[in-house]
């Protein structure tokens, strides 16, 4: 009477364990369309987990399945998700130590003495810490406003969040800008990092912008200046210090942060955090990633009103890589290994010509990360990159 149910739950461990290496292979392939992106996005991030069921899988194979084709293939799949899961999670060291030598070689080798102890004291003491991935990075108490207007450029309404330190004060700014192709996406994106970052005394402005293809470049530029020129005027009204500013964008959305504080006429900026954003958008037309998911060139066409045949002056415009003139604000660059939307390639460049012209730049680079791979906020990379960039903010907001 045993023999049945045991025959069905062992082909649902076989199916189970199949379905977790499908999961476990996307932290080493690429994706080949929006659909797979996810899961190559996710799959790095939440390997633990993926490798405690791998681990799962396999001692059930072990003592529980009889049935020698069904325990041969489930001990077969379970090693093959071990080995891809493992391979990623011993690298956190090399990577970690990686990341600690780029800041100091970027920054000094004495940076984290020059932010004060009261500062350095709230930051997260480890680059990964598998306390906070499994039970979540702890986000504190905050004041949050919402649907701000500080703009209306032809009867569009441009509204900003701000997250706000819980106690009263006077605070840097990290005015946050949100990816999405410069098609989509809205200023509640990446709320946890917003509301982690204001916990840790900083006033940060979520800002939006108008979006392509109605809204074409420079309308997204121009916007965020905007919004820039809004904040100084009304920094009192919010507890931001307008001397003390640093942009944080990511994909789309650093990409502009980059080309507002890059600006001859930009505001005074501390610096710029750039979460994979695109910095060579003529290289990047040129030469788009294999595979392309997105569809990198029509991207651009609706971002830009045509291709780079079409409108040439237009790429090389809005390219912030083509800014490198002039002394600018020290920037921060985050980029993935694995990223086939915007490859990591692209924030080497940058980081080789900042540095080779004088200017302050670290760059970062996560050897299985993804595009958005912070989208998982306790997720492994995001942790490493959450680590990094309040030690990069409070150098620049706070140093003594």
């Known amino acids: 009477m045993l023999a049945k149910p045991k025959i069905l739950l062992s082909w649902l461990v076989l199916l189970l364990s199949s379905v977790n290496l499908f999961l476990s292979s996307w932290i080493i392939l690429p994706a080949p369309n929006m659909f797979l992106l996810t899961l190559a996005v996710g799959a790095p991030e939440v390997s633990p987990w993926l490798l405690l069921l791998n681990l799962l899988f396999l001692l059930l194979s072990f003592f529980y399945i009889r049935r020698r084709k069904i325990q041969r293939l489930v001990c077969i799949f379970s090693l093959i998700g071990l080995l891809i899961c493992g391979w990623m999670l011993v690298n956190i060291p090399s990577t970690q130590m990686q990341m600690a030598k780029a800041m100091k070689q970027g920054l000094g080798a004495n940076y984290l003495e020059q932010i004060p102890i009261q500062v350095s004291a709230k930051m997260q003491t480890d680059p990964f810490n598998l306390v906070n991935f499994f039970w979540g990075i702890p986000l504190g108490k905050i004041r949050h406003q919402k649907d701000i207007l500080f703009a209306s450029p032809a009867g569009f309404p441009l509204k900003m969040e701000v997250y706000q330190p819980p106690e009263v004060g006077k605070y840097p700014a990290v005015v946050v800008i949100y990816g999405g192709s410069w098609q989509y996406g809205n200023p509640h994106a990446n709320s946890e990092f917003n509301q982690y970052i204001a916990n840790h005394g900083y006033t940060v402005f979520a800002i939006d912008y108008r979006h392509a293809p109605k809204y074409q470049f420079p309308s997204q530029l121009d916007d965020v200046r905007v919004a820039l020129n809004f904040i100084r005027k009304n920094a009192a009204a919010y507890e931001a210090d307008p001397e003390r500013m640093v942009l944080l964008?990511?994909?789309?959305?650093?990409?502009?942060?980059?080309?507002?504080?890059?600006?001859?006429?930009?505001?005074?900026?501390?610096?710029?955090?750039?979460?994979?954003?695109?910095?060579?958008?003529?290289?990047?037309?040129?030469?788009?990633?294999?595979?392309?998911?997105?569809?990198?060139?029509?991207?651009?066409?609706?971002?830009?009103?045509?291709?780079?045949?079409?409108?040439?002056?237009?790429?090389?415009?809005?390219?912030?890589?083509?800014?490198?003139?002039?002394?600018?604000?020290?920037?921060?660059?985050?980029?993935?290994?694995r990223d086939n939307l915007v490859e990591a390639r692209f924030g080497r460049q940058m980081y080789e010509r900042l540095h080779d012209s004088g200017n302050t730049a670290v760059f970062l680079e996560i050897p299985w990360a993804e595009h958005a791979f912070d989208a998982v906020f306790n997720g492994v990379s995001n942790q490493l990159a959450l680590y990094y960039t309040e030690r990069f903010l409070a150098w620049a907001l706070f140093k003594q």
């Open 249 to 337: 964008g990511r994909s789309a959305g650093a990409h502009l942060a980059m080309l507002a504080a890059y600006q001859t006429d930009a505001p005074p900026i501390r610096a710029v955090v750039n979460y994979y954003g695109p910095v060579d958008l003529t290289e990047g037309y040129k030469t788009p990633p294999i595979p392309d998911p997105i569809h990198s060139r029509a991207v651009l066409k609706a971002f830009l009103g045509g291709s780079l045949k079409e409108l040439p002056n237009q790429y090389q415009i809005a390219s912030p890589i083509n800014y490198i003139t002039h002394p600018l604000p020290p920037t921060l660059l985050i980029y993935g290994s």
